[in-house]
């Protein structure tokens, strides 16, 4: 194996863009491992932990950094001439007619160009995030921080002064946003409607969108805040900013804030001002057991109760028409042998992942997690599943150095075929993500990983069930339904939402004699 790494001075380009070049590298015969990155220490301290340079590095953080671990010195010098291509073709403006004007270089340059921007959307190194964000905020723009790796103190400095100005900030590390149908980040392409969204939830935003989309009932805007903003640190700064704006803003009937569990006082505040308001609220801080709902605001525990509760809202009571994808999932389907005991979870998204322990701590009792709920089930390896496990891929454990697992479906393929060798293994629940910013066809790289999973446990005469949902639309540009048929004619086993396949999930566990007396 050869180690090589390559320097390219003064060019900058997103962590996505980046991603994708890195997935592409790894794709060419005979590279092993690939890493693109902007040459920050913390992204160096993460090429360094995977193995990928064992030498002193020097680069500054508007370098990038290509590392690669290859068969031989050909394959590398492939993998390099591959990477400045695509890094030119980034840059590159030699197709657009000489009229057009060069790029703009900075944000100045930008509201000097179209006095009529209001929006910034911020996607640098962490340490430069805060400065580009306040520039923005001073020049009258409203933020979205895509970038992570900025400190608690300085997003509660960006959020007051955004408070101060009266403009909305959302993230850091504010991965999805919908904002007058546009989708930022990590986002899906939904119908125009009536509810809008906070949230501290870049998937849970998805899911919650994607589902009232599919079921007829739009989006009129969609707002992320960063997953520390319920922190009682940060205070929900932006959650109850951006309630406040959807109050006011008549478009928006109904309001869903999602959340994982936010602070008790933080909690407390939020949910204060959406009862001074006049618009029903939907509550969905996940697993926050809460008695008082009432016709203003309504609380539920998973996210699919709360797409469901914004549908009735709009539609004076009505349900909507769910979906009902399951296939050959009846009691009599059971074929698995006694020992197939567990069900593994592997998500690419983290709310996903904590709401599937949600569901199965109700119902299958103790689960394991790289990122659990309960402190006394961490995994002592997170690469090694125990008993009933859920896995979030998305977490930076798994993607120092690595694509985010909605773009590069690697580390997801090893995992599924590790839990195929595992004899206990029963089940295994997935998330697939379509969307801007995801995988152009996610479905038939799982299914990939699914075949090669079924002919390691055939081999030992096992079946393994899969079961997942598919989060988007047909807007989408990996097509929802295309999506789902891919899945249902490989015989996965489909529901409508990621609750709705846990209890799938669940339900085949239980199937088992040998598990079925699980509460």
């Known amino acids: 194996m050869l180690k090589k790494h390559m320097i390219l001075k003064n060019h900058y380009s997103d962590s996505v863009a980046l991603m994708r070049i890195a997935a592409d590298l790894e794709a060419l015969p005979g590279v092993l491992q690939a890493t693109v990155i902007m040459a920050t220490e913390a992204n160096l301290e993460r090429a360094?932990?995977?193995?990928?340079?064992?030498?002193?590095?020097?680069?500054?953080?508007?370098?990038?950094?290509?590392a690669v671990s290859t068969q031989d010195a050909n394959a590398a010098a492939a993998a390099f001439s591959e990477v400045e291509m695509q890094i030119k073709n980034l840059s590159s403006n030699k197709d657009l007619p000489t009229t057009i004007e060069p790029e703009a270089k900075s944000i100045l340059m930008s509201v000097e160009?179209?006095?009529?921007?209001?929006?910034?959307?911020?996607?640098?190194?962490?340490?430069?995030?805060?400065?580009?964000?306040?520039?923005?905020?001073?020049?009258?723009?409203?933020?979205?921080?895509?970038?992570?790796?900025?400190?608690?103190?300085?997003?509660?400095?960006?959020?007051?002064?955004?408070?101060d100005k009266d403009l909305l900030v959302m993230g850091p590390d504010c991965g999805t946003a919908i904002i007058n149908g546009l989708p930022l980040g990590f986002a899906n392409v939904v119908t125009d409607g009536p509810v809008g969204i906070v949230a501290a939830s870049g998937t849970g935003l998805q899911q919650v969108s994607s589902l009232l989309s599919q079921w007829g009932v739009g989006i009129s805007q969609a707002i992320g805040t960063g997953g520390r903003d319920l922190n009682a640190e940060v205070g929900g700064i932006s959650m109850i900013q951006g309630l406040n704006t959807l109050l006011e803003d008549n478009k928006t009937k109904v309001i869903v804030l999602i959340s994982k569990p936010p602070s008790n006082d933080v909690a407390e505040k939020v949910i204060n001002v959406a009862r001074a308001g006049s618009k029903p609220v939907i509550v969905c801080f996940l697993g926050w057991d809460d008695k008082r709902s009432d016709d203003l605001v309504q609380f539920a525990r998973v996210l699919d109760d709360a797409a469901e509760f914004a549908y009735v809202k709009v539609n004076n009571g009505n349900v909507p028409q769910r979906r009902n994808f399951e296939i050959n999932c009846g009691v009599e389907e059971f074929d698995h042998n006694k020992d197939q005991k567990y069900l593994r979870g592997i998500f690419s998204g983290g709310t996903f992942c904590y709401e599937t322990q949600?569901?199965?701590?109700?119902?299958?009792?103790?689960?394991?997690?790289?990122?659990?709920?309960?402190?006394?089930?961490?995994?002592?390896?997170?690469?090694?599943?125990?008993?009933?496990?859920?896995?979030?891929l998305g977490d930076d454990e798994f993607t120092?150095?690595?694509?985010?697992?909605?773009?590069?479906?690697?580390?997801?393929?090893?995992?599924?075929?590790?839990?195929?060798?595992?004899?206990?293994?029963?089940?295994?629940?997935?998330?697939?993500?379509?969307?801007?910013?995801?995988?152009?066809?996610?479905?038939?790289?799982?299914?990939?990983?699914?075949?090669?999973?079924?002919n390691i446990a055939a081999k030992e005469n096992r079946h393994i069930d899969f079961v997942g949902f598919v989060c988007g639309t047909d807007r989408d540009p990996q097509q929802f339904t295309r999506q789902i048929e891919m899945l249902k004619s490989a015989g996965v086993k489909l529901a409508e939402s990621n609750s709705k396949a846990t209890l799938l999930a669940v339900s085949l566990i239980k199937t088992n004699p040998v598990t079925k007396d699980y509460k």
Not at 48 to 66: G, S, V, Y
Not at 367 to 383: E, G, M, Y
Request: with cysteine; glycine share 6%.
């Open 48 to 66: 360094r932990a995977i193995d990928l340079i064992d030498e002193p590095i020097e680069a500054q953080p508007n370098n990038i950094l290509i």
């Open 113 to 163: 160009r179209n006095a009529e921007l209001n929006l910034a959307l911020i996607s640098c190194p962490g340490e430069y995030a805060g400065a580009e964000a306040k520039k923005a905020l001073n020049l009258g723009l409203n933020v979205m921080i895509f970038s992570d790796n900025v400190s608690v103190r300085e997003e509660v400095d960006i959020k007051n002064i955004g408070l």
């Open 358 to 392: 949600l569901i199965l701590s109700d119902s299958l009792g103790s689960v394991w997690s790289s990122t659990p709920i309960d402190q006394a089930f961490r995994l002592k390896n997170s690469w090694i599943s125990q008993e009933h496990t859920v896995i979030d």
């Open 400 to 454: 120092q150095g690595r694509p985010h697992p909605m773009i590069d479906h690697r580390t997801r393929h090893e995992r599924i075929l590790q839990e195929a060798r595992d004899p206990e293994t029963a089940v295994i629940l997935f998330d697939v993500v379509i969307g801007y910013g995801s995988h152009a066809n996610p479905a038939a790289e799982i299914l990939t990983s699914i075949e090669g999973a079924r």
